[in-house]
């Protein structure tokens, strides 16, 4: 299985940015997909999930309104769209697939992505 992640980078606050996620080597439709941030030092957290077929979407109470989670069956890809971005955003980003129903804990994840970084200047 692997994930592939992608699209971050460097943007000010206030800017937009779209992470996606390549999936193969699994059946993409039976999993929830998630995303995850990292700051070093501190313990990955969550970000937001997507259910099967999408019929559920969970958010970090620091990211509702802000950004949405979506999936693409058709190409096995999950997205993040993030909008009005604050430095405290700024982290690595982790998409994973998991089975749940835990979608809220990384422990209902069984496959990682690399990770893309994404930096918010003030």
């Known amino acids: 299985v692997q994930l592939q992640a992608s699209g971050g980078g460097l943007v000010q606050a206030k800017d937009s940015l779209r992470l996606s996620c390549a999936a193969s080597g699994l059946t993409f439709s039976r999993y929830v997909m998630g995303w995850f941030r990292r700051v070093p030092g501190k313990e990955r957290e969550f970000v937001a999930s997507?259910?099967?077929?999408?019929?559920?979407?969970y958010y970090a109470n620091s990211v509702k309104g802000r950004f949405t989670i979506s999936r693409d069956d058709a190409k096995n890809t999950v997205a993040l769209r993030m909008n009005s971005l604050r430095p405290e955003d700024a982290a690595i980003y982790y998409c994973?697939?998991?089975?749940?129903?835990?979608?809220?804990?990384?422990?209902?994840?069984?496959?990682w992505g690399q990770g893309t970084q994404v930096t918010v200047s003030s």
């Open positions: 994973a697939a998991g089975k749940g129903p835990t979608v809220s804990r990384k422990e209902g994840y069984d496959y």
């Open positions: 997507i259910t099967q077929r999408g019929i559920n979407t």
